[in-house]
Every structure is written in structure tokens, then in C-alpha cells.
């Protein structure tokens, strides 16, 4: 069973950054797609980014493209985020999450099987 640590979250001022990380543990870190999704109350869960088994293949929201970036480290069974010129709207609990199947990207949270707690992201103005 895979089991998902996220960190790096806190409070940040708009324009700012952070580095989200999520290490990984109970499985083969390398077999595994990799994503980043965030949820606000009351809203559903949304994709932000993707990166396949080698890292070689990302894909990205289009509110988060060219101010994030995801990457993973095999060797270390983690995955980052970096968050540069963070905006109020990014305030979310972001969570990663393991897709075990095809590897390729997928914008839906139904194709990933395995999710950690969520770390708290807010933006001040």
C-alpha cells in the first residue's frame, strides 16, 4: 500500500513562493505517474500538474502554467511542486496523488488510486 506524505505548505503574500513536497513510501515510487490536485470548500478537487515515471512527460493546468513547476526525485521517492508568483486564487489544500495505471497524463481524479492528507496553501493579499 502506497502511502503519501505532502509538506511545504503555510502562508505566503501574493507574489511569493513555495515548495510543496510529498515523499512517498510502501511502494515503487519509479512505476508510478505522479500528480498535484488542490481542493477549496466547496468546490471539487482539481488537477494542477503531471509527471510521468521518468519525469520526461509533465503536463500542467492552464492557471498554473509557466508560474509552477513539478518535478520528482526517483531517488529520493519524491515529488515537489514549486509555486512561484503565487496568487490569492492559489489558496487550496493541495494534495498528491499516484496513477499506477497507463503511463500518461490524466486530468481526472478517478484514475489516481493512491492520495496523501493535504498540505494548506493561503495566499494573503
Known amino acids: 500500500q502506497v502511502q503519501l506524505e505532502e509538506s511545504g505548505g503555510g502562508l505566503v503574500q501574493a507574489g511569493g513562493s513555495l515548495r510543496l513536497s510529498c515523499a512517498a513510501s510502501g511502494g515503487t515510487f519509479s512505476n508510478y505517474g505522479m500528480a498535484w490536485f488542490r481542493q477549496t470548500p466547496g468546490k471539487e478537487r482539481e488537477f494542477v500538474a503531471y509527471?510521468?515515471?521518468?519525469?520526461?512527460?509533465?503536463s500542467y493546468a492552464q492557471p498554473v502554467l509557466g508560474r509552477f513547476t513539478i518535478s520528482r526525485d526517483n531517488a529520493k521517492n519524491t515529488l515537489y511542486l514549486k509555486m512561484n508568483s503565487l496568487h490569492l486564487e492559489d489558496t487550496a489544500v493541495y494534495y498528491c496523488?499516484?496513477?499506477?495505471?497507463?503511463?500518461?497524463?490524466?486530468?481526472?481524479?478517478?484514475?489516481?488510486?493512491?492520495w496523501g492528507q493535504g498540505t494548506q496553501v493561503t495566499v494573503a493579499s
Open positions: 509527471i510521468n515515471r521518468s519525469g520526461g512527460l509533465i
Open positions: 496523488a499516484v496513477k499506477d495505471n497507463a503511463d500518461w497524463p490524466s486530468r481526472s481524479r478517478n484514475d489516481y488510486n493512491h
